[in-house]
């Protein structure tokens, strides 16, 4: 197809999809916002499988104007993610914000408030936030979907980190309605020399569009780690975009396990010198399930380094998708950074496709990608079976060291650990 007709049919989809649509109320920042994010959905269009980082994922069932209906699921009295760790819990259900089931947000070195009282507002310090960071993010490659977020999204959480809080903030997804459709918007502002850690996790919604926007100030840190789980019938797509000062370190882990269609996206800018950004993530899935983690990580500033570990462990016809890019600017000497993906087929069915991709404009850079697909070691196996240990059993523990290089990117060992045993359990349910 003629790429201008093609652009066409974007175009006009986006149109039919926003026509009749009334942008949310708010003050003046969160209106100019919103009304450059739907211009932008307007002029890019609705992404297709014709694009160059769609053409391993159908973005249909995320565009349409339906809700495919998905039962709920049935969690078996399995505790959710992060349940025994002390945290303040902000719960969202099915998209909405859920103060009674929230703890009071109030932490010393924090401050928290609702995107949609934030909104009211004529001035908040999110302003020069919301919405900016996901513009950047339209350029080299096009994101509508993330437009269409902060065009519309009217819950979400403001996050202003000051000070190093004593407890994570945890942001807990949780879904009652066979129909939900969500779309939730976070930003969060780590102050020079703060440091906070933000879990996620819960199924969200039956279909979900989410933004988290994260500006890291020099000399701050971020802590992300997310738990997608714990339903098979959700479909959604997911943007973290990330800027980052001097000396400032940003370390994102998601486990994914279940669901429909998920599409993670990171876009992530190292602009200060002698940086840091890593960003993991352990995949596992079974049946009818689509992964897809795009990842575009610009070295803007000299000295800095990036890491991109991603594993995911497939069966019975699952599809894992990996998109990866380190762009490295003509400015960014002495860059290092590193690239893997790697798949674990447990079976003919299951299927990996990978897109890693280098893009180097300086002279004194350290970088390497690299990405692999295969089958569990048969001479391990033997190895194990020999000493007495069940095969499924030993087919568990080669799974999890497999996805072991991935969980070591979490800095707390105990969240890793966490996170571990829910894998482990996972595998014992499906034998």
Known sequence: MPRAKLKAQKVEAANALLDGRALPQGGAWITRARSDAEQRVRDMGLPTKRDEYWRYTDPRRLTSADVVAGALHDTQGEAPAFDAFDRVKLVFVDGVFDADASDPMALDGVEICQLSQAAMTDLHWARDIYGA??????????????????????????????????????????????????????????????????????????????????????????????????????????????RLGAGSHLKSFTLTANGALIRNDSVIWLDGGEGSAHVAGATVGDGAFHHDDTVFITHGAPRCESRQVFKKVLRHGAVGVFQGKILVDQIAQLTDGYQISQSLLLDEDAQFLAKPELEIYADDVKCSHGSTSGEIDSNQLFYLRARGVPEDTAKTLLVLAFLAEALDEIADPAYAEDLRARLEAWFERRG
């Open 133 to 242: 960071l996901e513009a950047r993010g339209q350029s080299p490659v096009e994101r509508p979907l993330a437009s269409l977020n902060t065009a519309y999204a009217t819950e979400g959480v403001l996050i202003r980190v000051t000070g190093k809080p004593a407890k994570p903030i945890s942001l807990i997804y949780q879904r009652k309605s066979e129909t939900s459709d969500a779309m939730v918007h976070h930003v969060i502002r780590v102050e020079s020399g703060a440091e906070a850690t933000i879990l996620e996790n819960g199924p969200f919604a039956t279909r979900f569009n989410q933004v988290m926007e994260v500006d890291i100030a020099d000399g701050g840190t971020l802590h992300h780690i997310r738990a997608q789980g714990r339903d098979h019938e959700r479909a959604g797509s997911a943007h973290f975009f990330a």
